[in-house]
C-alpha cells in the first residue's frame, strides 16, 4: 500500500494537520502506542488513497492538542486514546469532550495506571516480605491508586 | 419555549442489534443533540495479540465481528504479510475476494432484514433473511462454517474451490438474483418504505466529507469513497470495479445503495468465477514478523476498515490496531440525528449499519 511516514515534534502538530485540511486530505485515524516512557501517536491521513501518517512520540505526563478543532470527527479516537491510555489531549471540542467517560468500562481505566499500580503492589508486597519479614497486606490493605482518568467529573 | 428534555436511547433498544448508548436532547418531539457513548462490548481484542502468536491470532481477528468476519481476517493477515513482503498467489486473492464479496451480500441482506423488521414489515424481513441463508449455505458448502470460515491464513487461503462448487455458486447466485430483484422492487416502490425513510435523514455531500463517513453512507450522498478502486491485492482491478452511488443521502439512498452492491458484488463473484486462475492457493511462510511496522486497508460492507501491525522479530506481534468504519460514522450519526423528528431515530440509526462489537473491539 502506497504510505509514507513523517516524523514531527508534538508542537507542530496543529500545524500540520491545518496543512493537511487545507491540501483537502481526509483523517483516516488516531493510533495510539505505548512506548518506552511515553505514547506514539500516528495521525492517517488519505488523499486518492494515498495514506500519510504524522508520526509523533509524547513523554509521559505530557499532552497534546486536540485535532477537532479542524477534523470535529476525531472525538471518537481522541477520547478513545484518553478513556483507555491516559494521555491527556487538551482542548477537545467543547460538545464532545467526554472528560473520561466516553466508554462504559466494567472495569476501570486507563490500563497501563492499573498494570503500574498492580506492579507497585507487587514490589512493595515483595520488599516488605524480603526486608521486614511481613506481608504487606497487613501493613497497607488498600492498593496504590491509579485509576482515575485524570480530567475527573 | 419548549424545554430541552433528555431521552436515553438504547443500549438496550428494541431496534438495536448490538448495545450502543444515546443520549437524544429533544425539544418537543425533535431531537436538537444526540450524543453517543460506547464501551459495553469492549473485549480488548487488540491486546490479545501480545498473547497469541502472528497464526494464532487470525482467529482473534475474525472474532472482532461475526458479520464482516471474513474482512477482519483478510485485513490482518494482509498487514502482516505485507511486513513480512510475502506475495500470496493470485488464486489465493481470487478467492479472498470472493468469499469477501459474498460476506458482503450477506450483510447488507441481514441489514436489509433489520430495517424491514424496524419499519414493521415482518414479511420482507423474513424474505430478506431467506435470501441470506442462500449466502450462509454457500459458505458452509465451501469453507465449512456458516458466520467464521477460517479459510484465511498468512501466506493465501486454507481451502480452494473444487469446479463443482464453482458450478454450484454460479447456480444459486443466479437462482438468487430472481428473488432478490422481486424484493428490491418492494424496497424501491413500497409506500410504506418510501413514507419511512425519503427524506428522511438527510447527509449532503460537504456533511459526509466534513464529518469523515465512510462506505454506503458516504456514498449515499455522494462520495464515491471505496477502498476497493485502490486495492492492489484482490481481484477488484482485474474486474474493472466501479463505486455504486446515490446523490439524494437520505435514508432511502443508503437503502439503495446497499441493493445495487448487493448486485455489484454478485457481478464480482460471477467474474471471479469466470476468470479464477489456476495455481496454488498458498505460500509457505517461513519466521517471524520481522521490526517494523505495517498500515493496510479492506473495503469492508460498512465502509473503510484499516489494520496496523507492528512487529518486533518475535513470534507475537508488539501491536495491532483496527479502525473500523462504525467508528467512522458515529460522527455522522450525530449529524443527522440533528433536527430530526424522535419517531424517525430508530430508523435512521439503522441505516448507518451500526456494528458496535466492531468499533469497540
Known amino acids: 500500500m502506497q504510505q509514507q511516514f513523517i516524523e514531527i515534534q508534538p508542537l507542530d502538530l496543529p500545524g500540520r494537520v491545518a496543512r493537511f485540511k487545507k491540501e483537502g486530505c481526509r483523517l483516516v485515524q488516531i493510533l495510539c502506542t505505548r512506548v518506552e516512557g511515553g505514547y506514539e501517536l500516528t495521525y492517517s491521513f488519505d488523499r486518492n488513497y494515498f495514506l500519510y501518517h504524522l508520526r509523533l512520540t509524547v513523554p509521559e505526563g505530557a499532552s497534546v492538542m486536540s485535532v477537532t478543532s479542524m477534523f470535529w470527527y476525531a472525538f471518537v479516537w481522541e477520547n478513545e486514546i484518553h478513556d483507555l491510555f491516559g494521555l491527556d489531549i487538551r482542548f477537545i471540542s467543547e460538545d464532545v469532550d467526554y472528560r473520561g467517560h466516553f466508554f462504559h468500562l466494567a472495569e476501570k481505566t486507563p490500563w497501563h495506571e492499573l498494570q503500574n499500580a498492580a506492579h507497585a503492589k507487587q514490589a512493595f508486597k515483595v520488599n516488605l516480605r524480603g526486608g521486614l519479614g511481613i506481608d504487606a497486606s497487613a501493613v497497607r490493605k488498600d492498593a496504590p491508586a491509579g485509576t482515575d482518568n485524570g480530567k475527573g467529573d | ?361
Open chain 2, 1 to 361: 419555549m419548549a424545554e430541552i428534555t433528555t431521552v436515553p436511547f438504547g443500549p438496550q433498544h428494541p431496534v438495536l442489534p448490538e448495545p450502543v448508548h444515546l443520549d437524544l436532547e429533544l425539544k418537543d418531539e425533535k431531537v436538537v443533540r444526540a450524543i453517543p457513548s460506547i464501551g459495553y462490548v469492549h473485549r480488548g481484542l487488540e491486546k490479545l495479540v501480545e498473547k497469541r502468536d502472528f497464526k494464532q491470532f487470525t482467529f482473534v481477528a475474525e472474532r472482532v465481528c461475526g458479520i464482516c468476519s471474513f474482512g477482519h481476517g483478510w485485513g490482518y493477515v494482509k498487514a502482516v504479510e505485507g511486513l513480512m513482503g510475502i506475495e500470496v498467489p493470485r488464486r489465493a486473492s481470487y478467492l479472498r475476494t470472493l468469499w469477501h464479496e459474498l460476506s458482503r451480500v450477506h450483510s447488507h441482506l441481514l441489514w436489509l432484514g433489520l430495517a424491514a423488521d424496524a419499519m414493521g414489515f415482518e414479511s420482507l424481513f423474513m424474505t430478506a433473511w431467506r435470501l441470506r441463508e442462500t449466502v450462509l449455505d454457500l459458505f458452509e458448502e465451501t469453507t465449512g462454517g456458516r458466520v467464521i470460515f477460517s479459510v484465511c491464513k498468512v501466506g493465501g487461503v486454507r481451502r480452494d474451490l473444487t469446479g463443482a462448487m464453482m458450478k454450484e455458486i454460479e447456480d444459486k447466485l443466479k437462482g438468487m438474483r430472481k428473488e432478490f430483484r422481486a424484493m428490491s422492487d418492494i424496497f424501491l416502490h413500497d409506500g410504506t418504505i418510501q413514507s419511512r425513510l425519503a427524506g428522511i435523514g438527510v447527509l449532503s455531500l460537504q456533511d459526509a466529507r466534513d464529518f469523515g463517513c465512510l462506505g454506503p453512507m458516504a456514498r449515499a450522498s455522494g462520495l464515491p469513497l471505496d477502498y476497493r478502486c485502490a486495492d492492489d491485492e484482490g481481484a477488484y482491478k482485474d474486474l474493472h470495479f466501479r463505486p455504486v452511488t446515490e446523490q439524494a443521502g437520505d435514508c432511502l439512498a443508503r437503502v439503495k445503495v446497499r441493493l445495487e452492491e448487493i448486485e455489484q458484488s454478485i457481478d464480482l463473484i460471477l467474474g471471479c468465477l469466470e476468470n479464477m486462475p489456476e495455481g496454488p492457493v498458498e505460500v509457505p511462510v517461513k519466521g517471524f514478523p520481522p521490526a517494523g511496522e505495517y498500515f493496510t486497508r479492506v473495503e469492508q460492507p460498512r465502509g473503510e476498515a484499516v489494520y496496523y501491525v507492528k512487529g518486533n522479530g518475535t513470534k507475537n506481534l508488539e501491536r495491532f490496531r483496527l479502525r473500523t468504519p462504525t467508528n467512522g460514522n458515529l460522527p455522522g450519526l450525530v449529524k443527522i440525528l440533528q433536527g430530526c423528528d424522535l419517531a424517525d431515530v430508530p430508523n435512521i440509526i439503522l441505516t448507518i449499519d451500526p456494528c458496535i462489537s466492531c468499533c469497540e473491539r
